[in-house]
């Protein structure tokens, strides 16, 4: 499996358990000219914009850890104009993060959600 496949992975995962935690799934890589954000979704009335990471072992670090300030800056930049194009500008929102860990077999060894991230 590569890097993108472990991700679109990651990413299933994340949604099933987002679900059971009670978000509300708007968007899956929601793209536009500022970039992207892997899930967008809804938790009681604040728009949570989501990163995924995925990781098989800690060798490079937390799956978060890889979240730098430029990501962040993009995702703050996606979230601005998905906000406006929803004309939704007195809206709550916030950035999660999920850490998906998972093992060679591609099974979930554990899920740890971030909430208000950065």
Do not use: W
């Not at 995962?13 to 899930?39: P, Q, S, T, W």
């Not at 938790?43 to 914009?49: Q, R």
């Not at 979230?79 to 060679?104: G, I, L, P």
């Amino acid at each position: 499996m590569n890097k993108r496949e472990l991700g679109n992975s990651g990413e299933e995962k994340a949604v099933e358990f987002l679900k059971k935690m009670g978000y509300e799934i708007l968007h899956r890589n929601f793209r536009c000219k500022l970039g992207e954000v892997d899930i967008i979704a809804k938790e009681g009335n604040t728009i949570v914009f989501v990163e995924v990471k995925t990781r098989r072992s800690l060798k490079f670090g937390y799956p978060s850890e890889a979240i730098t300030m430029t990501k962040q800056r993009h995702l703050k930049r996606v979230a601005e104009y998905f906000v406006q194009r929803q004309k939704a500008k007195n809206c709550m929102y916030r950035f999660d993060v999920v850490e998906v860990y998972m093992n060679v077999k591609n099974e979930v060894l554990d899920i740890n959600l971030i909430k208000n991230a950065f």
